[in-house]
């Protein structure tokens, strides 16, 4: 009992790690872009290309991933499409639904003690962001598009 919840922590906490060294990595990567590559490219070119290394990224990972696990690429595309789409939506949405709940406790239990005001989501539409948004609706719609006639 004890060594299967050691793994499942070290696991969690590998995980998270992964998470962390994908950001970092992807942060240095683009510095080295920004410096070199893109050093004489308009803004909206940059942006562009970005978008395209992200969703290439994405459809990448989810042909690896439809392979590792022996499913069909399309099946995965559609499952990873959602999850991804939920993680880009959903996460900072949810984020920020919490920051206004801490806030207005904070302010009944703290004796009317004014913390700031309620924050409405906004979407930070960066290259990143709209690169996955883009592939994740994208990842959706040819499933359906493919599999639509046996919704008939």
């Known amino acids: 009992m ?12 590998f995980l998270i790690s992964l998470i962390v060294l994908i950001s970092v990595i992807w942060t240095k990567i683009e510095k080295i872009m920004d410096e070199t590559v893109f050093k004489n490219v308009s803004e909206k070119t940059r942006y ?30 559609f499952f990873g499409s959602i999850i991804l789409f939920c993680c880009i939506w959903l996460i900072p949405y949810f984020v920020n639904q919490q920051q206004n709940v801490a806030k207005v406790m904070d302010k009944h239990f703290s004796g009317g003690v004014d913390l700031g005001e309620i924050q409405v989501h906004r979407a930070k539409l ?13 990842g959706i719609i040819i499933p359906i598009c493919y599999y639509f006639k046996y919704f008939l």
Do not use: Q, R
């Open 126 to 138: 960066s290259a990143f962001n709209l690169g996955s948004i883009v592939f994740s609706i994208v």
């Open 2 to 13: 004890f060594e299967y919840l050691l793994v499942k922590a070290l696991f969690t906490i």
């Open 48 to 77: 562009i290309v970005t978008m395209i290394i992200v969703m290439v990224g994405e459809f990448v990972l989810i042909v690896i991933t439809s392979l590792n696990w022996k499913s069909s690429i399309i099946d995965t595309l």
